[in-house]
Every structure is written in structure tokens, then in C-alpha cells.
T-cell receptor, first 114, second 113 residues
Framework: EAQVTQNPRYLITVTGKKLTVTCSQN?????MSWYRQDPGLGLRQIYY???????DKGDVPEGYKVSRKEKRNFPLILESPSPNQTSLYFC?????????????FGEGSRLTVL | AQSVTQLDSQVPVFEEAPVELRCNYS??????LFWYVQYPNQGLQLLLK??????LVKGINGFEAEFNKSQTSFHLRKPSVHISDTAEYFC???????????FGTGTRLQVFP
């Protein structure tokens, strides 16, 4: 089954404790992206990757890091989480450029930073 | 820069009634337009998209949207909603000059029996 898999789905952590949210897709998509969803703000792009070893900042990259060492994986790293990073995070991928093709989303990772 | 406005944050409606969810975008020479749906506790999935051609676009689950260039709108419609249509709906826009897809803030459709 074609899918985007995120882990963990739910996480409660404390300020400053490094964490990684993994994302993996099995569709051989070149494009991958991370979004955060906050009430009243919709989806905002954090980072994206057009291909292996190619990553770029989105609209809200502060406090986050990403890497794209393999085509299928695109982990999101919070080196020192803060409470304002409490949010619902989505990973997405697409075969074509995202402005023309269909984005496939994971089921989301709800992060709470205390 | 391109932007998207979904004026209605919530739309309550009774089952079998028609519904329209509004979406307006900032003017641009060329745009691609999308509607995504997010069911409770799930990720977003594509409902329909307009790239070119007919301005009336049909999507999954009986939804359709009409691209109106003069009014810079891409409203989503369904003639008769079901309880299962309860979800959050996101309009998204891109332009041909960037790789970005800009999402609106979402409209929560609540269908009551």
C-alpha cells in the first residue's frame, strides 16, 4: 500500500530534550516536505526537499533541522524543543513538483513540549 | 507573493443540504488550485485540482469546484452533504514560478443529522 509513515504519532516531551520525528514514503517520490498545523493558521511549511541531499527552508524553519540522505526518508529534528513548537506535524511527499501534482500526507504527529 | 483566503472558519449544515465553502486567492498571471480534505485524526488528501481546461472541476465524494479567474475564486460545492463529509477542508494555491503550495487556514464543515 502506498503511504507516508510518520513516527511517533503522539509525543510529550520537555523543553530542551532533543527529538526526531521520522517520515518514510514507499512511493519513490522525489519531493518531500514537513508542515505544522496550528489552529487558525492552517498549514505552514517548515522544510522541503526536492531530492536526495537537497533541502530548503520553508516559511517557518526556525528551531528545526532536516536531512535527506535517502530518497524514502525525511526526518524532522528538533534540537532543543520549546513550548511554541507544540503543534501537529505532517510529512508529505509527491512524485511531481508540489505545485502541479498531488501531495500525499502522513497521518500526523502530535507533539507537546512542556 | 501568492496568498489564499478561506473566509469561513466553520460551516455548520444539516445532512442532505447543499454546501459551498469559499476560497479566494490573490491575483496572479497563472495559478494552479487545489482542495484538500482532512478527516478527523487523519492526514490531508486531495479532493480535486484545477490545472487548466474546464473551469468546473469534479472531485471525489461528489464535490466540485469552479475556477473563476475574474473573481479570483475557487469555491467548493456539494449539492447534498452526508454526515461522513464532516471534516476540515483546505484550499491551496500555487503559481507557475515557484514550487510552493500555499494553504488557506481551513474551513471546518460540520454536518448535523
Amino acid at each position: 500500500e502506498a503511504q507516508v509513515t510518520q513516527n511517533p504519532r503522539y509525543l510529550i516531551t520537555v523543553t530542551g530534550k532533543k527529538l526526531t520525528v521520522t517520515c518514510s514514503q514507499n512511493m519513490n517520490h522525489e519531493y518531500m516536505s514537513w508542515y505544522r498545523q496550528d489552529p487558525g493558521l492552517g498549514l505552514r511549511q517548515i522544510y522541503y526537499s526536492m531530492n536526495v541531499e537537497v533541502t530548503d527552508k520553508g516559511d517557518v524553519p526556525e528551531g528545526y533541522k532536516v536531512s535527506r540522505k535517502e530518497k524514502r526518508n525525511f526526518p524532522l529534528i528538533l534540537e532543543s524543543p520549546s513550548p511554541n513548537q507544540t503543534s501537529l506535524y505532517f510529512c508529505a511527499s509527491s512524485l511531481l513538483r508540489p505545485n502541479t501534482g498531488e501531495l500525499f500526507f502522513g497521518e500526523g504527529s502530535r507533539l507537546t513540549v512542556l | 507573493a501568492q496568498s489564499v483566503t478561506q473566509l469561513d472558519s466553520q460551516v455548520p449544515v444539516f445532512e442532505e443540504a447543499p454546501v459551498e465553502l469559499r476560497c479566494n486567492y490573490s491575483s496572479s498571471v497563472s495559478v494552479y488550485l487545489f482542495w484538500y480534505v482532512q478527516y478527523p485524526n487523519q492526514g490531508l488528501q486531495l479532493l480535486l485540482k484545477y490545472l487548466s481546461g474546464s473551469t468546473l472541476v469534479k472531485g471525489i465524494n461528489g464535490f466540485e469546484a469552479e475556477f473563476n479567474k475574474s473573481q479570483t475564486s475557487f469555491h467548493l460545492r456539494k449539492p447534498s452533504v452526508h454526515i461522513s463529509d464532516t471534516a476540515e477542508y483546505f484550499c491551496a494555491v500555487s503559481d507557475l514560478n515557484t514550487d510552493k503550495l500555499i494553504f488557506g487556514t481551513g474551513t471546518r464543515l460540520q454536518v448535523f443529522p
